[in-house]
């Protein structure tokens, strides 16, 4: 992604830059507790490991390995959506995202996260892309069943969050089976 991809008229995704930080840490603060709930990193998230996820961020993009992308609205963060990585070999990747919890409800991450799937088999021609979500997580699991994935299985207490393990739901896309505006 080399140029900003709009989402709505409002909203864009970007590229992270090291600039970023300060605000992106200060997005984390705001939103910890239910980012904490669902995301591994968030309880213990520092300015100093927002920093060092920028700088990685621009590092995995520079390695043509996927991306890291603010989500802009109004000229203000909101979110991150990326690519974790991608595996040229067998053309698939994975997408990951999380958003502030006064911006949802919105569409704003269902656009985000197609905008990715469109670059993922338009752009770079690949055959796979995978979203796994907490089983109990019903506003994540949302996007993917909207944007036309198929829930593949659950992999049981595949993460760690704090003291407990969260079943994820394994969905998958297939660029034959991709529709750019599901119903």
């Known amino acids: ?28 603060e705001a939103n910890r507790p239910y980012l904490a709930r669902w995301m591994p990193w968030a309880a213990a998230q520092t300015r100093e490991s927002t920093d060092e996820f920028v700088r990685a961020s621009r590092r995995q993009a520079a390695a043509d390995d996927g991306f890291k992308a603010a989500l802009v609205c109004d000229g203000a963060i909101i979110g991150i959506v990326g690519f974790h990585s991608v ?11 999380w958003l502030d919890e006064q911006h949802q409800g919105r569409g704003l991450m269902t656009g985000a996260v197609r905008a990715l799937v469109y670059l993922a088999f338009v752009e770079w021609g690949l055959h796979r892309v995978e979203i796994r979500a907490a089983t109990d997580n019903d506003r994540s699991r949302a996007i993917p069943e909207r944007l036309g994935f198929r829930e593949e299985g659950v992999q049981r207490e595949a993460e760690q969050i704090g003291e407990r393990y969260n079943d994820l739901a394994v969905y998958g896309l297939l660029a034959p089976e991709w529709v750019k505006d599901p119903a």
């Open 1 to 28: 992604m080399r140029e900003p991809l709009a989402v709505t008229d409002e909203c864009q995704l970007r590229l992270l830059e090291e600039g970023d930080a300060e605000e992106l840490y200060r997005l984390i």
């Open 87 to 97: 595996n040229w070999q067998h053309g698939s990747t994975t997408i990951g995202y």
